[in-house]
T-cell receptor, first 116, second 113 residues
Framework: AQKITQTQPGMFVQEKEAVTLDCTYD???????LFWYKQPSSGEMIFLIY??????QNATEGRYSLNFQKARKSANLVISASQLGDSAMYFCAMREGRTGGFKTIFGAGTRLFVKA | NAGVTQTPKFQVLKTGQSMTLQCAQDMNHEYMSWYRQDPGMGLRLIHY???????DQGEVPNGYNVSRSTTEDFPLRLLSAAPSQTSVYFC????????????FGQGTRLTVV
């Protein structure tokens, strides 16, 4: 069965430093996609970055990068040069392919606090 | 461009009442889904649909019904509200490709008393 695990309920980081948010997953589908979303205190869900199971290189989007280790089934989000506006909840999500009905499930989230 | 529209934004129900949360998208997305968000538990998938006329259960379907008569609309029905259904509900849609993100509505905060 699909499963997403985020083991860090909360994280603190100093402004301008990098931080890694952990995510592990479990699936038997060889085709899947991994996503990270940000949820600020206002509540909306903001897409950050995507990694496909067949992608050879780690995804990057501006200050966000995804450390994809397929054998370990991990997809950690790295935020470089943290900003105060990065304080938010961060969710890791996985979408399975056709065998999984394309459904997307989410982890429990990590709340990030950026300190000035 | 409206994207995904959820109504209402807030709702208070009494135990045993029924209601429908509305979700509409104008992006011609095939895939739509409903999630509930509870503190410490992330977003949990209630029901999803891969196209008009096709729905399936997610992780926590009990107490909820859905239908998909059109591509645009995907309403979520609470049959007999219970305090355990107090939550924030999100509707999301995507175009069904593996590598495209889901677009979320603004959420409905539901309280059952």
């Amino acid at each position: 069965a699909q499963k997403i695990t985020q083991t860090q309920p909360g994280m603190f980081v100093q402004e301008k430093e990098a931080v890694t948010l952990d995510c592990t997953y479990d699936t038997s589908d060889p085709s899947y996609g991994l996503f990270w979303y940000k949820q600020p205190s206002s509540g909306e869900m903001i897409f950050l970055i995507y990694q496909g199971s067949y992608d050879q290189q780690n995804a990057t989007e501006g200050r966000y990068s995804l450390n994809f280790q397929k054998a370990r089934k991990s997809a950690n989000l790295v935020i470089s040069a943290s900003q105060l506006g990065d304080s938010a909840m961060y969710f890791c999500a996985m979408r399975e392919g056709r065998t999984g009905g394309f459904k997307t499930i989410f982890g429990a989230g990590t709340r990030l606090f950026v300190k000035a | 461009n409206a994207g995904v529209t959820q109504t209402p934004k807030f709702q208070v129900l009494k135990t045993g009442q029924s209601m429908t949360l509305q979700c509409a998208q104008d992006m011609n997305h095939e895939y739509m889904s409903w999630y509930r968000q509870d503190p410490g538990m992330g977003l949990r998938l209630i029901h999803y649909s891969v196209g008009a006329g096709i729905t399936d259960q997610g992780e926590v379907p009990n107490g909820y019904n859905v239908s998909r008569s059109t591509t645009e609309d995907f309403p979520l029905r609470l049959l007999s509200a219970a305090p355990s259904q107090t939550s924030v509900y999100f509707c999301a849609s995507s175009d069904g490709r593996m590598n495209t993100e889901a677009f979320f509505g603004q959420g409905t905060r539901l309280t059952v008393v």
